[in-house]
């Protein structure tokens, strides 16, 4: 059994930060890519961000100068710096990962955390 588990999400200013965690236990054989999504009321997942097994990153454009993807291979967590936010940041934020468990990589998804900017 694998679980991903968020935290770190909450109500904020338009230009403020928050940092979101995404924590993977489990049986847990190796992990391959890491990533952030998020969903808006009536708008599909979009990916946010994603980090390789070597840390090299890539986000959206939307995002990008502004929040900053990272793990910790040893802690197998990845976070989220997000950095002047906006209102249109406002959404729930997902943890996904690949990850080898037995001799299958498999998808996995965190459960959710609300991130809303207003003020």
């Known amino acids: 059994q694998v679980q991903l588990v968020e935290s770190g999400g909450g109500l904020v200013q338009p230009g403020g930060s928050l940092r979101l965690s995404c924590a993977a236990s489990?049986?847990?054989?190796?992990?391959?890519?890491m990533s952030w999504y998020r969903q808006a009321p009536g708008k599909q997942r979009e990916l946010v961000a994603h980090v390789s097994t070597t840390g090299i990153t890539n986000s959206s454009d939307s995002v990008k100068g502004r929040f900053t993807i990272s793990r910790d291979n040893a802690k197998n967590t990845v976070y989220l710096q997000m950095n002047s936010l906006k209102p249109e940041d406002t959404a729930v934020y997902y943890c996904h990962a690949y990850i080898l468990v037995d001799l299958t990589p498999r998808n996995f998804w965190g459960q959710g955390t609300q991130v809303t900017v207003s003020s």
């Open positions: 489990g049986s847990i054989r190796s992990i391959y890519t």
